[in-house]
């Protein structure tokens, strides 16, 4: 009997020492008096507070407040940040989950900034162009890009058309940055209807992004249009040039 009564007491001990743990809360706030109590003489008793002396404004929440932006060294290249030794200013949120806790940047001392600072080898190989540069590869690579062609009228696709399928879809290139497959495409021929071709675009003579092309024919005359495909991306196709690759000419 007296066993179980201990075993119960320690039991309840524990649970008692758990739901006593503590977290502190970093708040702040900032407050003045909207109506200042009266002074008092000196070397007398001061006066009793009124209740409107106890109404308080308030100035500054500091849960609100905008924390200013942090300072950082990037160890390496970050897609849309920087490059390695680049010192950066960015949201303290971003900088402690995305930078900072996976490694990919220091606190910025001068220390720092020597030690992850390039070395000649390095900046003499460019592997980036830009920060930004990747992100746009990646864009491109994602998407399946609509090249409409007159269905009445002889074509051949050109640099010209991918650069205004591009505009279309939100992306601005020059004709000089597309390269085109070897084999000339040309039509109209509605067998090559919804059929993919690839195309490469050159990032600021460096970068190079595979663009899925696929092909459409469009017609002035609305009784001769091809019915409309909605979200053509997703419904699989087949290559126009044989073996569909993407292309490896620079340009």
Same mark, same amino acid.
């Given at each position: 009997?007296?066993?179980?009564?201990?075993?119960?007491?320690?039991?309840?001990?524990?649970?008692?020492?758990?739901?006593?743990?503590?977290?502190?809360?970093?708040?702040?706030?900032?407050?003045?008096?909207?109506?200042?109590?009266?002074?008092?003489?000196?070397?007398?008793?001061?006066?009793?507070?009124?209740?409107?002396?106890?109404?308080?404004? $308030?100035?500054?929440?500091?849960?609100? &407040?905008?924390?200013? *932006?942090? /300072?950082?060294?990037? !160890? =390496?290249?970050? #897609?849309?940040?920087?490059?390695?030794?680049?010192?950066?200013?960015?949201?303290?949120?971003?900088?402690?989950?995305?930078?900072? $806790?996976?490694?990919?940047?220091?606190? &910025?001392?001068?220390? *720092?900034? /020597?030690?992850?600072? !390039? =070395?000649?080898? #390095?900046?003499?190989?460019?592997?980036?162009?830009?920060?930004?540069?990747?992100?746009?590869?990646?864009?491109?690579?994602?998407?399946?890009?609509?090249?409409?062609?007159? &269905?009445?009228?002889?074509?051949?696709?050109?640099?010209?058309?991918?650069?205004?399928?591009?505009?279309?879809?939100?992306?601005?290139?020059?004709?000089?940055?597309?390269?085109?497959?070897?084999?000339?495409?040309?039509?109209?021929?509605?067998?090559?209807?919804?059929?993919?071709?690839?195309?490469?675009?050159?990032?600021?003579?460096?970068?190079?992004?595979?663009?899925?092309?696929?092909?459409?024919?469009?017609?002035?005359?609305?009784?001769?249009?091809?019915?409309?495909?909605?979200?053509?991306?997703?419904?699989?196709?087949?290559?126009?040039?044989?073996?569909?690759?993407?292309?490896?000419?620079?340009?």
């Amino acid at each position: 009997m007296l066993k179980s009564i201990s075993q119960l007491k320690v039991h309840f001990n524990l649970l008692k020492s758990a739901t006593s743990l503590q977290q502190q809360v970093r708040t702040t706030f900032i407050l003045k008096r909207k109506y200042d109590p009266l002074l008092h003489k000196s070397n007398e008793k001061p006066r009793r507070m009124r209740a409107k002396n106890f109404i308080y404004e $308030l100035v500054e929440d500091t849960q609100v &407040k905008k924390r200013p *932006n942090m /300072e950082v060294v990037l !160890k =390496t290249f970050v #897609e849309g940040v920087g490059d390695k030794g680049d010192v950066v200013s960015l949201k303290p949120n971003f900088v402690y989950n995305k930078l900072l $806790l996976p490694g990919l940047a220091a606190y &910025k001392t001068p220390e *720092n900034i /020597e030690k992850y600072a !390039k =070395t000649e080898a #390095e900046k003499s190989t460019v592997k980036h162009s830009s920060a930004y540069a990747q992100r746009t590869v990646n864009m491109l690579e994602s998407i399946v890009l609509a090249v409409v062609m007159n &269905k009445d009228q002889p074509w051949v696709i050109e640099p010209w058309h991918i650069k205004a399928s591009l505009r279309k879809a939100g992306f601005h290139c020059k004709d000089e940055c597309i390269t085109l497959p070897n084999e000339r495409i040309e039509g109209p021929d509605l067998k090559k209807e919804g059929k993919d071709f690839y195309c490469t675009i050159t990032i600021n003579k460096l970068e190079q992004a595979k663009l899925k092309c696929r092909l459409h024919h469009w017609s002035t005359d609305p009784s001769e249009r091809l019915p409309y495909v909605l979200e053509h991306w997703k419904i699989p196709s087949e290559p126009l040039l044989g073996v569909n690759l993407p292309l490896e000419k620079n340009v």
